[in-house]
Each structure stands twice: as C-alpha cells, then as structure tokens.
C-alpha cells in the first residue's frame, strides 16, 4: 500500500517532496502527488512514513 496526500489540507511547503527517499512525492498541476509504485510507506529504512514525519499539518500525508 502507498501513502497519499490529502489536497485540501497540504499547504504546498514542498518538505515532503525532498525527504522522500523513493523519490514519489512530485508537484502536479497546481498540488503535490505520491506515486503509488513508487511509494513503500518507507518499508526497510525508516520507523515513520518521512512523507508525514515532516508535513506541518496533522494528518495529510495518510495510507491510500
């Protein structure tokens, strides 16, 4: 399963854009996006999702 952003919380910092070490955060159109077969919820690297371990807002970068 991947993570996904909830648009109409995201503020558009960019922060999880560049801590993910997959590389499946990018800006599309006017919001930011996870790639869903590039994202691994941070499997085999990490304790916490990086996508959500640095989003400002509760709750935006959830399971898909």
């Given at each position: 399963?991947?993570?996904?952003?909830?648009?109409?919380?995201?503020?558009?910092?960019?922060?999880?854009?560049?801590?993910?070490?997959?590389?499946?955060?990018?800006?599309?159109?006017?919001?930011?996006?996870?790639?869903?077969?590039?994202?691994?919820?941070?499997?085999?690297?990490?304790?916490?999702?990086?996508?959500?371990?640095v989003c400002?807002?509760?709750?935006?970068c959830v399971?898909?």
């Open positions: 399963m991947a993570f996904k952003i909830i648009a109409s919380q995201c503020t558009q910092c960019g922060a999880c854009e560049f801590e993910c070490p997959r590389g499946a955060v990018n800006f599309k159109g006017e919001k930011y996006v996870i790639d869903p077969t590039k994202c691994n919820e941070c499997k085999g690297g990490f304790d916490t999702q990086q996508c959500a371990s400002p807002v509760s709750n935006t399971p898909a």
